[in-house]
DNA sequence: ACGGGATATCAAGGTTTTCTCAAGGCCAAG
DNA sequence: CTTGGCCTTGAGAAAACCTTGATATCCCGT
């Protein structure tokens, strides 16, 4: 599922993270030292890298302050150090979230779900989601509430134009510069057709609208309703 | 710097933590119920939303639940309640971070600042804040105290032109030149009309002003009220 | 306290923008 | 060649907005 390095000297917590780890789908690969985990993170290009602060050959901050310098890839520091002054620091220098040791297997992949939610779909996400409505790019489709849509290109892709910027205005230039490709001759005013049709499919009229807000003067914009 | 919505029913801990967040330059909101902590996220999108799990009027999860409905916020719980099956269910709710209490305040504020500086501090909205006024410009929308405003066009420019200037006296001819774009030939007045509209609007008077401050003979200028 | 000038507010046009329906054209599939 | 889906354009109606005129009110210097 995911690509998770792991830097930990005790080979006992080692063993008991990396088989939980796997034991969850993910692709787990484990360094004893900071130098060799660093290595390992260069050449995989990892979705998590949890570590140890108390590493033989490297202090910790120094390891994450390297891995910041060159990734921004989440990090969650694992360690017995558990004074107050250490977490804020190790935090201060880049860590995502910090475990005490002895800590609950459990609570470690919950944790690391959490990351893997926040960092992995940041990138490769090819689906927006807006209150009840859901738009996946790669697919072409949308549904609201569960039912889906039957749009148009045009729709579709003004849908997205909108979703993509959800919450900020559009104006209808810009809708046409995105979903109709310069140049164009077109009147904004076909822009206010699809519109209209996409507010009768999401089942919403201008006047009572859900989604689809019209700023007058400026443009549209994509809310969710409330 | 940062919207943060605070939803905590102990008075004491809600005050503790408020004025921490305030204190490193965050705008907090606060709400004591899941109800009332819902309905200010929805009309601020804030960068953050901080709760406590043991509310009075709706269970945490079920919380939880209704944010990730309409939002991808990072969310962090802070709570008493420490069993591990508790933390599990609530990070795989959807929450970022997970807190026992009683917790260090310098470490929520370091997991704050972590969770701040992955979720890109909202990306494309720029907001302005005076007092309990706040005004998105990419959304193109404003609130008081929670509410959202229903401006016009030209009331929303007038009202930013006066932000981006807050404290300062901006005369009425330099509003013309900013919001109407010369060469405009109408009379001030105009600005006086819609300068009239938008105190109605934000529930004030000319005679007791709370925002616009009119300085006689030279401008208006936006200001905090008491 | 008074007068003149500046500001506030109200109401009434007048203007611009947006919405929706309907008709026509285009293109690809049948 | 015909059909059907899709896009564009036109036009009237509706809605939202802006401006202006008139009048009341306020502020400040005299």
């Known amino acids: 599922m995911a690509q998770i390095i792991l830097i930990e000297d005790d080979i006992e917590i080692r063993r008991l993270v990396a088989d939980a780890l796997a034991a969850e789908g993910h692709d787990v690969e484990t360094a004893a030292t900071a130098m060799s985990g660093l290595e390992l993170g260069i050449r995989n290009t990892p979705d998590l890298v ?11 901050n120094e390891l994450l302050r390297m891995i910041r310098a060159i990734s921004s890839v989440p990090v969650m520091v694992i360690t017995a150090r558990g004074a107050d002054e250490t977490v804020v620091r190790t935090l201060d220098a880049g860590a995502d979230d910090y475990l005490i040791k002895p800590f609950s297997v459990a609570q470690l992949l919950a944790r690391v779900r959490a990351l893997l939610r926040r960092g ?15 738009i996946d790019i790669s ?6 509430d569960g039912t889906a849509l039957d749009l148009s290109p045009k729709e579709f892709d003004l849908l997205r134009a909108l979703a993509e910027r959800q919450g900020e205005v559009v104006t209808k230039r810009e809708l046409l510069a995105e979903v109709w490709r310069e140049p164009y001759g077109g009147s904004e005013r076909t822009v206010d057709v699809h ?4 507010r009768k499919k999401l089942g919403e009229t201008a006047s009572d609208p859900k989604y689809l807000k019209t700023i007058h003067g400026v443009g549209i914009k994509l809310v969710t309703p409330d």
């Open 50 to 60: 949890i570590m140890d602060l108390g590493l033989p050959d490297l202090d910790g």
């Open 120 to 134: 992995g779909l940041a990138e490769g996400s090819d689906r927006i989601t807006v209150g009840g409505l859901v």
């Open 139 to 144: 697919a072409r489709e949308a549904a609201v």
């Open 195 to 198: 519109l209209s049709w996409l």
